[in-house]
């Protein structure tokens, strides 16, 4: 079993940055492609970015291609989120997820947490 715990999020204003982490128990993280996905108030959970085993291949959603950046540091069983130039519409819960398959959210979700980005 995998357990995912979330950090890092809070309350930003626009053009400002946060950097969320995920931490991972269980055996198959460093051989599982892992993924972030959001969810804002009223709205379905979206995929975010979503990055390799081995860190070498990502993947991005359109709406924060270029502005966040997806890493991995399989030695302490942790991913990561670096969130540049913030935007109000990146007001959501953020949700660690595993294995993930593409853009397809994988069965073990951490609990969430909240990034507000204020204009």
């Known amino acids: 079993q995998v357990q995912l715990v979330e950090s890092g999020g809070g309350l930003v204003q626009a053009g400002g940055s946060l950097r969320l982490s995920c931490a991972a128990s269980?055996?198959?993280?460093?051989?599982?492609?892992m993924g972030w996905f959001r969810q804002a108030p009223g709205k379905e959970r979206e995929f975010v970015a979503v990055?390799?085993?081995?860190?070498?291949?990502?993947n991005y959603a359109d709406s924060v291609r270029g502005r966040f950046t997806i890493s991995r540091d399989n030695a302490k069983a942790t991913m990561y989120l670096r969130m540049n130039s913030l935007k109000p519409e990146d007001t959501a819960v953020y949700y660690c997820?595993?294995?993930?398959?593409?853009?397809?959210?994988?069965?073990?979700w951490g609990q969430g947490t909240q990034v507000t980005v204020s204009s």
């Open positions: 990055i390799s085993w081995s860190g070498v291949s990502t």
């Open positions: 269980g055996r198959t993280f460093s051989r599982s492609a």
């Open positions: 997820n595993g294995p993930t398959m593409g853009v397809g959210a994988g069965p073990y």
